[in-house]
């Protein structure tokens, strides 16, 4: 081995000027700290007096730990953490209550390590728990009525609390490659988030005049296209016409 040489892996150290110079603006005008790919295995603590960027980007890093100092960026919106070697995340990631989005993918968390204070996030629209090593999912989730998509992917879950499932405003939840007992008990899972569209019927009566000129125009459109197809009753008939079919039914003993 060579004399010196580090036993372990020596992650980027990133300084106050290297993170100023990581934000961007983004196309809605929020200002984001890209700090992604850099190699980090320690949460660098100079970030914080950035701490009123709405959106922070530290996926693809090699970070073990949040700190509970992750509480100080009160302005947060969006936080990305996919990717790392998370094993668990501090309480107080339930402080920041303005996030819509929180992806924590691709870590090594355990049902055991996620904090009950995720139930705290009530403006979170976006939750990715996927590629973990989750065997069960808080029913406190339920408490997210804000939440409209759900990523537990690619974990080891045999059931979905019915509390998530049933979210009021819950429009796509992603639960593949998970042990479940039954196979169709995904599909349902996927089915059970399907909304019913409300269908009002109203009299002509009922209508401006504008709202039923559009449906009586439509309605006639409707009633040509009819006009065009060819009836059922009214078969075009080419006694000529060999099919390949026909043929291969004639031929179909030789082949045998």
Partial sequence: MAKGKAKGQKGKKITLKAAKNSIRITFDGRRRLDLSKMGITTFPKCILKLADVDELDLSRNMLKKIPDSIQKFQKLRWLDLHSNQLEELPEAIGMLQNLVYLNISNNKLTSKNLPVELNLLKNLRTL?????????????????????????????????????????????????????????????????????????????????????????????????????????????????????????????????
């Fill in 128 to 256: 990715n728990l996927g590629l973990n090593r989750l065997d069960n999912i808080p029913t406190t989730l339920g408490a997210l009525k804000e939440l409209k998509e759900v990523s537990l992917f690619d974990n080891f879950l045999t059931t979905i609390p019915t509390s998530v499932t049933k979210l009021p405003k819950l429009k796509k939840l992603n639960v593949k490659r998970n042990p479940f007992p039954d196979p169709t008990q995904q599909e349902e899972h996927v089915d059970s988030i399907k909304r019913t569209e409300t269908l009002y019927l109203v009299q002509e009566k009922d209508l401006c005049c504008s709202c039923l000129k559009m449906c009586q125009d439509e309605r006639d459109k409707l009633n040509k296209l009819k006009n065009m197809i060819p009836s059922s009753s009214k078969k075009l008939n080419f006694p000529s016409l060999l099919t390949p079919n026909s043929t291969a039914k004639d031929n179909q003993e030789q082949w045998r």
